[in-house]
């Protein structure tokens, strides 16, 4: 190296240019606070020492350091290091002498002699948050306030954080979910063997949005609980069309009808078709086919045995009733007074043939129980087993009448 210079004035000693080849060996060249060296026309490149810092200053261009091998930047006598780089190798950052930052042949790493290392993402509004590594398992995302975002498990789960509370979660079957997962649009999920195994969204047929349940021979929608694994369910049989509401009962809806079956073997049916049908398949003497209840008290039935069925429309036991006084007045007069009618129901033709009975508004004074009225529609119904009593007290004064007549 060369360099030129007119005087050198350090406070020890004058140099002149003539000086320099005696310069070298065991000799010092020395300067005083704030003395320079100054290279370049322009004092382009100037080191110097203030009393309390050292400087090198280059105002032109750019200054190249070259070291071949090793460059080290760092405290003196093999002290604390700041920078080294290895020619052709890496670059390595330090703090506090502990290396955190090294440039590798497929990028950087981080490293830190605690259990967790962290990148840290800063800008003119503050932290914004952390890429995390812990242990030797865990690499993950977390946010200013060191709140998990996101984080990974080696050989393990994928954790998805709102809030500091975990959401969602790959396990070793598949994912759990915390919470609601809201489907939006048109998304739709499905198996990825078999798309129509099972449908949540669009389906692919009709476009309807919905669960849509595979098109094998039988489909089924299964409720469990801890102590059984099938304890209700949906089952759709595509072979003959029945839908199976099940558990240990089950119904059956079919376009024969619907079947409902019970614990017991009984089985009840409803069926339509070509001849509408309700059927109970059991034996027995007067057994119940359809029970009747008004506020917790029964008000009638419909009874079967092996031979018919018998219709009960209210109770008549004298335990259930009380406020007992007899029915004295005359009901004969009033089946003078009927006043029969033909005709045809209003959503019938008029070439239809005429039915016969009566209109409720004619007899309802005389026989109220008879015609009672619909609350929902506002019209009067016909009661034929409330009638019955009216008959057979009519029949009772009949009776009285004709014994009268054959006294006499």
């Known amino acids: 190296m060369s360099f030129k210079f007119n005087a050198l004035t350090g406070g020890f000693n004058t140099f002149t240019q003539a000086d320099l080849t005696s310069i070298g060996g065991s000799n010092d060249l020395s300067f005083g606070d704030s003395a320079k060296i100054k290279f370049g026309a322009g004092d382009d490149?100037?080191?110097?020492?203030d009393g309390a810092h050292s400087y090198i200053a280059n105002s032109t261009n750019n200054l190249y350091v070259n070291a071949p091998n090793f460059f080290h930047l760092g405290v003196s006598n093999g002290g604390d290091?700041?920078?080294?780089?290895?020619?052709?190798?890496?670059?390595?950052?330090?703090?506090?002498n502990s290396k955190k930052f090294e440039t590798t042949s497929i990028g950087c790493k981080l490293t830190d002699d605690d259990t967790t290392t962290a990148l840290q993402f800063v800008n003119s509004d503050g932290d914004n948050g952390?890429?995390?590594?812990?242990?030797?398992n865990i690499i993950g995302f977390k946010d200013s306030q060191a709140h998990w975002l996101t984080k990974c498990f080696k050989d393990g789960g994928v954790e998805l954080y709102y809030d500091n509370s975990k959401k969602f979660e790959t396990t070793s079957s598949g994912a759990t979910i915390s919470g609601k997962?809201?489907?939006?649009?048109?998304?739709?999920?499905?198996?990825?063997?078999?798309?129509d195994d099972l449908q949540i969204g669009a389906n692919?047929?009709?476009?309807q949005t919905g669960i849509t349940l595979g098109s094998a021979a039988a489909s089924s929608l299964r409720f469990m609980d801890a102590a059984n694994d099938a304890a209700g369910y949906l089952l759709y049989n595509h072979g003959n069309d029945v839908l199976t509401i099940g558990s240990t009962n089950h119904i059956q809806l079919s376009a024969g009808g619907v079947v409902v079956s019970v614990t017991n073997n009984d089985q009840v049916e409803f069926e339509v078709g070509a001849t509408a049908k309700f059927q109970r398949n059991t034996g027995g003497t007067n057994s119940n086919a359809a029970l009747f209840n008004s506020a917790g008290s029964l008000v009638g039935k419909i009874m079967f045995n092996n031979s018919e069925t018998i219709y009960s429309t209210s109770g008549s036991d004298r335990t259930l009733k009380k406020n007992f006084e007899n029915w004295t007045e005359s009901v004969l007069p009033l089946f003078k007074n009927l006043t029969p009618q033909k005709f045809n129901f209003t959503q019938e033709e008029d070439s239809e043939?005429?039915?016969?009975?009566?209109?409720?508004?004619?007899?309802v004074a005389n026989f109220p129980e008879a015609y009672p009225k619909d609350p929902e529609t506002d019209k009067y119904l016909y009661s034929p087993n409330n009638m019955v009593v009216y008959l057979m007290k009519a029949i009772q004064e009949l009776e009285a009448k004709v014994a009268a007549l054959e006294a006499a």
Request: no cysteine; hydrophobic share 35%; glycine share 8%.
């Open 204 to 207: 692919n047929q009709s476009n």
């Open 130 to 136: 952390y890429v995390m590594g812990e242990s030797t």
């Open 181 to 195: 997962l809201l489907l939006g649009g048109a998304t739709t999920l499905q198996s990825s063997t078999n798309a």
């Open 81 to 96: 290091k700041y920078i080294t780089a290895l020619e052709n190798g890496a670059v390595e950052l330090f703090y506090d």
């Open 45 to 49: 490149l100037q080191i110097y020492h």
């Open 353 to 363: 043939t005429k039915h016969k009975g009566f209109i409720a508004q004619d007899e």
